[in-house]
């Protein structure tokens, strides 16, 4: 078809705005809301991110633009490997994969990349603790391993009895998120680390949660060997809509000659250095074209350079200080079920969405209820039923104000009354919200991505 009977709409620019402006409002969004989406990390986007990723010098490169002539965006990189380094306690990093998903299944093809350089070609399986995100099984077995589930104790930490039954000569490697998903560190990690290392095994330390750790611990010293982080959660840069996303991975020198490549490397003293793209020895190759998200590099960078060290660790702190207070009013308030209330949490609580004498209430019926209240839900059902039924996993993140902290409670404990007296209310809910409740089943089987307005 010729290009000028493309069937394109006639519209005005008015029409457009209003069309995008009243889209947006629809949406519940960080800027409008607190948004204690548990392991999603959804913190405030500073603005200055985004001046400096709109600044012109780096905003038009082009990506097959000669290094020579962008020694500024690679100084930026190269800055951010050091960083992202120096904070993981690790020696190399790469900043080419897009997002957290896609860092893990990196890492995976490097562990694997690893143990084949050496000949030990029958580590095929995987360890993964049955409270791990659901990306880390999925990517697994993408990169060909079998899927080893390790149940949680009573104490939310992983059962070591079973990791010492499960260990053998042919586990590739554990996979673990710590703090783990139920907002716990988990106690015995560096013996967890010694049993794989012992086998022969790997530890992938997922990273995605890295704000409770920021300036506090890191993987590389407790003895992890790769890491990925995901700056869309830790380091700020917009995600949930507002993406595209990044996982870089981090390792120690086991793993460093397998990263992806090309990264950045400084030629000569800081003083007069240039910069250059190079590819460790023994690459598993690229994972994205071209050098990764860079509007988020320079997005994350600039956090991380107006954090500073203390900053950084002050975002963590701050973290782990306001879940704690959700935590610790929601059990002064006896609101709802903490399964491991007894343990102070990292940067996230998990609490349970059952309310005594509402036997009817669910999890997503207090999530729906809190909408009306202007908060966007937490995370539900995750952690799995298994682990935590009618899990709710609520993050406020450093972000957030005492003031805010206290609004949402009182929201909860509003909730926790209404549940009681007005069961209905919750059952129905939202009720003040664009969208009453939707089929979710229905809505992911007849996906309807437009519509007449
Ligand atoms: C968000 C998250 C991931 C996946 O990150 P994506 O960028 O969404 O692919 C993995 N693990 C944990 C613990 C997470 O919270």
Not at 46 to 70: I, K, S, Y
Not at 90 to 113: D, H, K, V, Y
Not at 202 to 208: C, E, S
Request: glycine share 8%; net charge negative.
């Amino acid at each position: 078809m010729a290009r000028t009977v493309l069937p394109m709409p006639e519209v005005s620019q008015i029409d457009v705005t209003r069309h995008f402006t009243r889209l947006s409002q629809r949406n519940m969004s960080i800027d409008t809301t607190m948004y204690p989406l548990g392991s999603c990390t959804m913190k405030y986007n500073p603005r200055v991110n985004e001046d400096a990723a709109r600044l012109p010098g780096f905003a038009m490169l082009h990506p097959l633009q000669d290094a020579a002539t962008a020694q500024g965006a690679l100084a930026l990189m190269y800055s951010l490997q050091e960083w992202l380094a120096e904070i993981s306690g690790f020696t190399a990093t790469s900043i080419q994969p897009a997002a957290g998903a896609q860092g893990e299944f990196t890492g995976i093809l490097m562990m694997r990349a690893y143990h084949a350089a050496r000949g030990d070609h029958k580590r095929t399986r995987m360890l993964i603790p049955d409270s791990a995100h659901g990306t880390n099984p999925a990517s697994s077995a993408m990169a060909g391993l079998t899927v080893v589930e390790i149940p949680s104790d009573s104490r939310g930490n992983v059962d070591l009895a079973t990791l010492k039954a499960t260990l053998s000569d042919d586990v590739c490697g554990l996979m673990i998120t710590n703090p783990n998903t139920l907002g716990m560190f988990e106690e015995h990690i560096q013996e967890v680390v010694a049993l794989v290392h012992a086998a022969g095994g790997l530890v992938y330390g997922d990273g995605a949660n890295m704000n409770a750790l920021l300036g506090i611990a890191k993987p590389g010293e407790i003895g992890f060997d790769v890491i990925h982080y995901n700056l869309h959660k830790t380091f700020s840069t917009p995600h949930g809509g507002g993406g595209p996303g990044s996982g870089p991975v981090a390792c120690n020198d086991k793993l460093a000659d397998f990263l992806p490549g090309p990264i950045v490397e400084r030629i000569g003293s800081e003083k007069e250095a240039h910069y250059a793209w190079k590819t460790p020895a023994h690459s598993i190759g690229r994972m994205r074209a071209f050098h990764g998200n860079f509007g988020m590099h320079v997005r994350a960078y600039t956090y991380i350079r107006v954090h500073g060290e203390d900053g950084l660790r002050a975002v963590s702190q701050n973290a782990v200080l306001n879940a704690n207070y959700v935590q610790a009013r929601i059990r002064q308030m006896n609101l709802l079920p903490l399964p491991n209330g007894e343990r102070f949490c990292m940067h996230e609580v998990c609490a349970q969405g059952k309310i005594d004498g509402a036997p009817s209430i669910t999890a997503l019926d207090v999530s729906k209820r809190l909408m009306d209240y202007g908060f966007h839900p937490p995370t539900n059902y995750f952690p799995l039923p298994k682990i935590v039924p009618e899990s709710l996993l609520i993050e406020p993140t450093e972000t957030e104000s005492m003031q805010m902290l206290d609004r949402f409670i009182d929201a909860l404990r509003q909730i926790v009354d209404e549940a009681r007296t007005q069961p209905e209310l919750l059952k129905n809910a939202p009720h003040n919200v664009e969208m009453r409740r939707l089929d979710e089943v229905k809505a992911a089987r007849e996906l309807v991505l437009c519509c007449v307005i």
